[in-house]
């Protein structure tokens, strides 16, 4: 009996088959990083006070800094109001209004002004989303994280159910709509709902890409595979910053990170189907076809029989989404990535729409953001010295150090905050980038993508309440931080519980997972002839 381990080294683990699909699935993962993080700069918070014509009548003669000190009144620092005003006297001369002053506030009636010096236009100026109308842009925000929730929950089963390349290919379908109909979007509320389409869209895309690329690459080139996808996510970022600073208008830059999606609408031809999956669900024909394709493309001969000789019962092993939580060999698993994914996400989508509280420019701290993510290229090497579980637990404690720091530092001191800002959200990028490399080592086939939607959905929720958090932080500042830091340094001791994957073979059935856990506790067993329990069902000889 063989494993697909034997089968993709007899076509080659990692040759131009991999390479190529590699540089398949860094592209739409690019365009990932460009639709879930676009509302920075198209829902920037634009400097704006009330609009007050009455007093431009009144006082033409004046220069507008003057005309401004008689409209709006100033906070405490000496800014102006952003959403107050004094009450007008329009049948009142200049004279009358120096002598007597304004003692009277009211709130915006004719509108605001907005100074589009920066941002140029967004979905702030364009559907007046300031004072009252502010949680609009929250709302946004949770419309795009809540469609990642949802996205988890449904392709996680899709691909299992149906295959990771239709799954890919759905979802690029439905980012490339949500993404133009944002362009074109008449109102706020049509653009809130097409967010929570490109969030569900880009949900299926992040998690299928990985996966795919990782059940056709061999244990040792495994993390870069994973790891080297998610770097084109920061590539994303950067040139995303270029894009808006280039870009002042929001339609114009959301048609741009949408349209070149028209491109993926090829990989129907060129995107292969994993052929691990394929043998787990018992179409061999199939997954020969893929299997000799690689084996030409890798110039290696591939031995059919190999594939005749993987035992699979004529009933694939049935596992629901609960039988993570029931069998006890994926229990433990489930809980602790539950948890880590929770904080990844709650802790990186903070820090990234918190990013214009970091740095006065909003475009060049985005692109140092997204710059130094790019260093999670480092996680290949790091992952190959130390494994996976002391970089997940280190990465996590580092990101929450670096999260509590920042309330150590002096007002003033924007440079100290932006470089602690920054080293937290290099730490809780690379924390994500293991994150997705152990996730898939540590769930079995059967259930790999139905296991990871799941833990995926508990991601999303961390970035649902992000934006209820901003709005908390505007009251009691400093209170994100806090939960950042303590959220990570909990994920992190947490992430010890878990048994290290390092150079080890993908699981097939939940068997494989005790069997693992078992090596980590130093209870090794008989490979030849071992009865796995849990899952039951399978008598298999485990390579590792």
Same mark, same amino acid.
């Given at each position: 009996?063989?494993?697909?381990?034997?089968?993709?080294?007899?076509?080659?683990?990692?040759?131009?088959?991999?390479?190529?699909?590699?540089?398949?699935?860094?592209?739409?993962?690019?365009?990932?990083?460009?639709?879930?993080?676009?509302?920075?700069?198209?829902?920037?918070?634009?400097?704006?006070?009330?609009?007050?014509?009455?007093?431009?009548?009144?006082?033409?003669?004046?220069?507008?800094?003057?005309?401004?000190?008689?409209?709006?009144?100033?906070?405490?620092?000496?800014?102006?109001?952003?959403?107050?005003?004094?009450?007008?006297?329009?049948?009142?001369?200049?004279?009358?209004?120096?002598?007597?002053?304004?003692?009277?506030?009211?709130?915006?009636?004719?509108?605001?002004?907005?100074?589009?010096?920066?941002? !140029?236009?967004?979905?702030?100026?364009?559907?007046?989303?300031?004072?009252?109308?502010?949680?609009?842009?929250?709302?946004?925000?949770?419309?795009?994280?809540?469609?990642?929730?949802?996205?988890?929950?449904?392709?996680?089963?899709?691909?299992?159910?149906?295959?990771?390349?239709?799954?890919?290919?759905?979802?690029?379908?439905?980012?490339?709509?949500?993404?133009?109909?944002?362009?074109?979007?008449?109102?706020?509320?049509?653009?809130?709902?097409?967010?929570?389409?490109?969030?569900?869209?880009?949900?299926?895309?992040?998690?299928?890409?990985?996966?795919?690329?990782?059940?056709?690459?061999?244990?040792?080139?495994?993390?870069?595979?994973?790891?080297?996808?998610?770097?084109?996510?920061?590539?994303?970022?950067?040139?995303?910053?270029?894009?808006?600073?280039?870009?002042?208008?929001?339609?114009?830059?959301?048609?741009?990170?949408?349209?070149?999606?028209?491109?993926?609408?090829?990989?129907?031809?060129?995107?292969?189907?994993?052929?691990?999956?394929?043998?787990?669900?018992?179409?061999?024909?199939?997954?020969?076809?893929?299997?000799?394709?690689?084996?030409?493309?890798?110039?290696?001969?591939?031995?059919?029989?190999?594939?005749?000789?993987?035992?699979?019962?004529?009933?694939?092993?049935?596992?629901?989404?609960?039988?993570?939580?029931?069998?006890?060999?994926?229990?433990?698993?489930?809980?602790?990535?539950?948890?880590?994914?929770?904080?990844?996400?709650?802790?990186?989508?903070?820090?990234?729409?918190?990013?214009?509280?970091?740095?006065?420019?909003?475009?060049?701290?985005?692109?140092?953001?997204?710059?130094?993510?790019?260093?999670?290229?480092?996680?290949?090497?790091?992952?190959?010295?130390?494994?996976?579980?002391?970089?997940? !637990?280190?990465?996590?404690?580092?990101?929450?150090?670096?999260?509590?720091?920042?309330?150590?530092?002096?007002?003033?001191?924007?440079?100290?905050?932006?470089?602690?800002?920054?080293?937290?959200?290099?730490?809780?990028?690379?924390?994500?980038?293991?994150?997705?490399?152990?996730?898939?080592?540590?769930?079995?086939?059967?259930?790999?993508?139905?296991?990871?939607?799941?833990?995926?959905?508990?991601?999303?929720?961390?970035?649902?309440?992000?934006?209820?958090?901003?709005?908390?932080?505007?009251?009691?500042?400093?209170?994100?931080?806090?939960?950042?830091?303590?959220?990570?340094?909990?994920?992190?001791?947490?992430?010890?519980?878990?048994?290290?994957?390092?150079?080890?073979?993908?699981?097939?059935?939940? !068997?494989?997972?005790?069997?693992?856990?078992?090596?980590?506790?130093?209870?090794?067993?008989?490979?030849?002839?071992?009865?796995?329990?849990?899952? !039951?069902?399978?008598?298999?000889?485990?390579?590792?």
């Amino acid at each position: 009996m063989s494993e697909f381990g034997e089968i993709l080294r007899e076509v080659g683990e990692f040759g131009p088959f991999q390479k190529r699909l590699l540089l398949l699935l860094c592209l739409p993962y690019m365009f990932v990083g460009f639709h879930l993080l676009a509302q920075v700069f198209t829902g920037a918070d634009v400097p704006h006070h009330c609009r007050a014509d009455w007093m431009s009548n009144v006082t033409a003669g004046l220069p507008a800094d003057e005309q401004l000190f008689l409209t709006i009144p100033r906070e405490r620092d000496g800014s102006y109001q952003k959403c107050r005003m004094y009450t007008p006297h329009p049948d009142e001369d200049l004279d009358w209004i120096l002598l007597h002053g304004n003692q009277s506030t009211m709130a915006c009636e004719e509108g605001w002004v907005y100074d589009q010096s920066q941002y !140029g236009s967004t979905i702030v100026t364009e559907f007046n989303l300031v004072c009252d109308q502010r949680w609009l842009i929250q709302l946004s925000q949770t419309s795009s994280m809540v469609g990642l929730f949802v996205g988890a929950m449904l392709f996680g089963h899709l691909a299992d159910r149906f295959g990771r390349q239709r799954t890919i290919l759905v979802s690029l379908l439905f980012q490339l709509l949500g993404g133009m109909g944002a362009a074109f979007a008449p109102n706020i509320g049509l653009f809130i709902a097409l967010q929570f389409v490109l969030g569900t869209a880009v949900s299926g895309t992040m998690m299928n890409t990985i996966v795919l690329g990782t059940e056709w690459t061999g244990p040792a080139q495994r993390s870069f595979a994973s790891v080297f996808t998610q770097c084109s996510f920061s590539a994303g970022q950067v040139l995303l910053a270029g894009l808006a600073y280039t870009i002042r208008d929001w339609r114009i830059l959301q048609l741009t990170t949408a349209c070149p999606m028209l491109l993926f609408l090829s990989y129907i031809w060129l995107l292969p189907e994993s052929a691990r999956w394929l043998i787990m669900k018992g179409q061999k024909d199939q997954a020969k076809r893929y299997l000799r394709s690689a084996a030409m493309l890798n110039k290696r001969v591939f031995n059919e029989s190999l594939t005749d000789k993987v035992f699979i019962e004529k009933k694939m092993q049935q596992i629901a989404v609960w039988d993570l939580f029931r069998i006890s060999s994926l229990r433990r698993v489930t809980l602790v990535l539950t948890f880590i994914w929770f904080v990844n996400s709650f802790v990186y989508y903070g820090l990234s729409f918190s990013v214009g509280s970091f740095g006065k420019n909003i475009y060049l701290t985005h692109f140092i953001f997204g710059l130094v993510e790019t260093l999670r290229g480092s996680c290949i090497w790091l992952l190959a010295m130390f494994g996976r579980r002391k970089c997940q !637990g280190c990465f996590l404690w580092l990101g929450g150090v670096s999260c509590l720091l920042v309330l150590a530092i002096p007002q003033g001191m924007a440079v100290g905050v932006t470089v602690l800002a920054v080293l937290a959200k290099l730490s809780i990028s690379c924390s994500f980038t293991v994150t997705y490399v152990y996730s898939t080592e540590l769930l079995p086939t059967v259930i790999r993508q139905t296991g990871i939607g799941l833990v995926s959905m508990f991601a999303r929720l961390g970035g649902i309440i992000v934006p209820l958090i901003m709005m908390l932080d505007r009251d009691h500042p400093g209170i994100s931080l806090i939960l950042f830091g303590i959220s990570s340094l909990v994920a992190g001791s947490l992430s010890f519980l878990l048994p290290e994957t390092s150079n080890k073979e993908l699981p097939d059935h939940s !068997g494989h997972v005790e069997h693992v856990k078992r090596e980590v506790n130093g209870g090794r067993e008989e490979e030849n002839g071992a009865k796995l329990s849990d899952a !039951g069902a399978f008598t298999e000889s485990t390579r590792m």
